[in-house]
């Protein structure tokens, strides 16, 4: 097999990867847009006025009539990586340092969720395998959407 062949098979992979991530649709809500990569990282770290994003992440946006949702998605090298992040950024939101409120742990779907107020928006983590989920959704049932994306996601 040729480097060619390698290199295209490479390229799928990876895009089928990033597309098994995030469904067409969720709900009632549409895909409007990813960012990935350096895209992702450099809206991450603008959000947090500082560098804090590993070098692989993604975002994606979803529109729907009840408003939006978009999911940041983190990619470390190994699950005690993601699971040591996913701790850091629940003591980091603490309702005493950010604009958040009501954080707690939950169980969706039989996972571990930390869910907080941002406001506008619930607020869901998630730690899978070596990656780490954040999801703003703006929802009268916010859980449903989780509940949903977990499904999908699992």
């Not at 009539?65 to 603490?94: C, L, W």
């Not at 990656?131 to 509940?147: C, E, M, N, R, Y």
């Amino acid at each position: 097999m040729g480097w060619p062949i390698i290199a295209i098979i490479m390229v799928v992979g990876i895009t089928c990867q990033q597309r098994n991530i995030f469904p067409d649709t969720l709900l009632d809500y549409t895909l409007n847009q990813i960012y990935s990569d350096n895209l992702a990282r450099e809206t991450v770290d603008k959000l947090h006025l500082q560098p804090i994003s590993p070098d692989i992440n993604h975002i994606a946006y979803y529109q729907g009539d009840s408003g939006n949702i978009t999911i940041y998605v983190a990619t470390f090298p190994d699950h005690k990586q993601a699971r040591m992040a996913y701790e850091k950024m629940i003591v980091k939101i603490t309702p005493f340092n950010t604009i958040f409120s009501g954080g707690l742990y939950t169980r969706i779907q039989g996972k571990e969720v930390y869910r907080l107020d941002g406001g506008i928006d619930d607020h869901f983590l998630f730690v899978k395998e070596k990656q780490v989920f954040w999801l703003a959704v703006q929802a009268s049932t916010p859980d449903i959407v989780v509940k949903e994306y977990i499904e999908y996601i699992f």
